[in-house]
């Protein structure tokens, strides 16, 4: 199975971001229910192997504040960007990266198409109160493997 560590935004960003995007018109959009925030990438992994990785990584991790920020593209990929203003999101992407596959470029994946989003737009600000280690066998088909909080 494909896992991943993501951030799901409060239900009411969630519903305030599907509003606006509604306002764009018709799109081939993600569903809602898998919006999310990649924080890392594992690639096939074994779920028993990373729980205990993640669990380490964030020892010591402050819970950030972050909000979705304007649109963008990576080619068929429509997205919001993360606000990056709190260095305590930085650290915990720095933290759960793997491999640095790729550059971090956070990011809520909303969709899929041909024309850029043009879409100005600020989400309020919300913390991430917890981090999910979630399992993929199919595109947007995702299961919550395990919960991780941060320490008070």
């Given at each position: 199975m494909r896992l991943f560590t993501a951030a799901v935004p409060p239900l009411e960003v969630l519903q305030q971001l599907?509003?606006?995007?509604?306002a764009t018109?018709?799109?081939d959009w993600v569903p809602q229910d898998s919006w999310h925030i990649t924080l890392g990438y594992y690639g096939e992994d074994d779920a028993e192997t990373r729980?205990?990785?993640v669990r380490e990584?964030?020892?010591?991790?402050?819970?950030?504040?972050?909000?979705l920020t304007d649109a963008?593209?990576?080619?068929?990929?429509l997205w919001m960007g993360v606000s990056r203003v709190d260095p305590a999101f930085n650290a915990l992407g720095e933290a759960l990266r793997?491999?640095?596959?790729?550059d971090w470029h956070p990011h809520l994946t909303?969709?899929?198409g041909d024309e850029p989003l043009d879409l100005p737009y600020s989400s309020p600000e919300w913390t991430i109160d917890e981090v999910v280690l979630i399992g993929a066998?199919?595109?947007?088909?995702?299961t919550v493997v395990d919960r991780f909080g941060f320490a008070v």
């Amino acid at each position: 199975m494909r896992l991943f560590t993501a951030a799901v935004p409060p239900l009411e960003v969630l519903q305030q971001l599907a509003t606006a995007l509604k306002a764009t018109g018709d799109g081939d959009w993600v569903p809602q229910d898998s919006w999310h925030i990649t924080l890392g990438y594992y690639g096939e992994d074994d779920a028993e192997t990373r729980v205990p990785w993640v669990r380490e990584r964030m020892r010591g991790l402050v819970a950030p504040k972050v909000s979705l920020t304007d649109a963008g593209n990576f080619g068929h990929t429509l997205w919001m960007g993360v606000s990056r203003v709190d260095p305590a999101f930085n650290a915990l992407g720095e933290a759960l990266r793997w491999n640095d596959r790729h550059d971090w470029h956070p990011h809520l994946t909303v969709g899929h198409g041909d024309e850029p989003l043009d879409l100005p737009y600020s989400s309020p600000e919300w913390t991430i109160d917890e981090v999910v280690l979630i399992g993929a066998r199919r595109r947007y088909e995702y299961t919550v493997v395990d919960r991780f909080g941060f320490a008070v």
